[in-house]
């Protein structure tokens, strides 16, 4: 069993992720059922079956909420953990799972209690820094890691270095949007012909959106007629919108389709993510894929290894400053070496690391 707030069509790192792997772990010899528990969404069926895959919608909405303000994001909370302590063993033992695969976003004392007693394996998906590691070593007897920097994360913070296991984010090379499909999203989202940054993902403190635009607002001095274009929901509500409407060249475009984000990338000059609390972002990936220059968030190895002249020091404004000026002086575009996380690559992987735990498996 699969447990993840987010799967297609919702948008998303996580979305992305399952939806890339579940249909083909579900394709394994080795795999006899694959059930895939996420959030209920509007105009979606509450479950589907597709071979040995089987889609159930039965959380209460939560992280899928486009704005979360503060009081219903505290009682979908609620919500979630009873649905959790109330519902979540029956469902084990009806379709007799043999292990739980959980994205580390769903947390909580009543969740992480009945995953403790639920006598299956379990294995946590770490996919950013967010997720306080030592919580999960009761929970999880195995931990895995998207990336070298959130496998270093876990085990600085308590998890044992043992059980943890690094499995790259999959990602299949995005096509590259036509010069007709990057005019057409321009001039629906009314950007004209000028150059443009991009932003694209949450809009969350985490993610520097804050520091981004108190960068541009100083960087656009030099750069009068470039703008910084946001794409993504709006987390932070009306005190983002207040700061981005305050700030001379600023467009948010809200929530856009992933193939619109697409193009969007391949129109811009940058793309910018100054975020605190990355993995390693599928944006970043799909921008370079494309040939678009990028701001990377600081402190992932891989970044730092293969795109070292695209990286931030540090996420602040001065930093995002020092950086857009090197980046936006730089004639060739990024390179990273995409193999590494291929679709296939990645369920093999997977596939093992399901079949080795079996053997090694916490005592319940």
């Not at 479950?47 to 503060?70: A, E, M």
């Amino acid at each position: 069993m699969i447990i993840t707030a987010l799967y297609p069509p919702a948008v998303g790192g996580a979305a992305a992720y399952f939806g890339d792997i579940a249909p083909e772990l579900a394709q394994r010899d080795e795999v006899e059922q694959l059930v895939v528990l996420t959030e209920r969404m509007p105009g979606q069926p509450c479950q589907w079956t597709k071979g040995k895959l089987r889609l159930l919608r039965y959380l209460p909405t939560r992280v899928s909420l486009p704005q979360r303000r503060w009081m219903a994001h505290a009682m979908t909370y609620v919500l979630a953990q009873l649905w959790f302590a109330t519902r979540l063993p029956a469902l084990v033992r009806q379709h007799r799972v043999d292990l739980i695969h959980f994205h580390t976003r769903y947390r909580g004392p009543l969740f992480q209690a009945v995953l403790r007693g639920s006598r299956v394996l379990v294995i946590a998906d770490l996919r950013d820094k967010m997720t306080d590691p030592a919580r999960l070593v009761g929970v999880a007897d195995w931990l895995l890691c998207c990336s070298e920097g959130v496998q270093r994360f876990a085990i600085e913070g308590g998890f044992p270095a043992e059980r943890t296991v690094l499995i790259p984010i999959p990602l299949t090379p995005p096509e590259i949007p036509s010069l007709e499909m990057v005019s057409d999203v321009r001039r629906r989202y009314e950007l004209g012909d000028g150059s443009y940054l991009l932003f694209v993902g949450d809009i969350t403190c985490n993610k520097g959106v804050y520091d981004l635009l108190e960068a541009y607002r100083r960087w656009r001095l030099g750069h009068p007629q470039v703008r910084l274009v946001f794409a993504g929901p709006n987390r932070e509500g009306e005190r983002f919108l207040s700061q981005a409407r305050q700030t001379a060249g600023v467009i948010y475009l809200g929530r856009v389709p992933h193939r619109d984000a697409l193009a969007l990338m391949r129109g811009a000059k940058i793309v910018a993510l100054p975020s605190r609390s990355e993995g390693l972002p599928r944006v970043i990936l799909e921008a370079v894929a494309l040939g678009t220059r990028v701001v990377c968030p600081p402190g992932i190895p891989e970044f730092e290894r293969h795109l070292s002249h695209f990286v931030l020091p540090g996420v602040s404004a001065e930093a995002i400053m020092e950086t857009l000026d090197r980046v936006w002086s730089l004639k060739s575009p990024p390179s990273y070496p995409l193999s590494e996380h291929s679709v296939d690559r990645v369920v093999e992987r997977l596939a093992e690391v399901y079949c080795n735990c079996q053997e090694h498996a916490l005592p319940r």
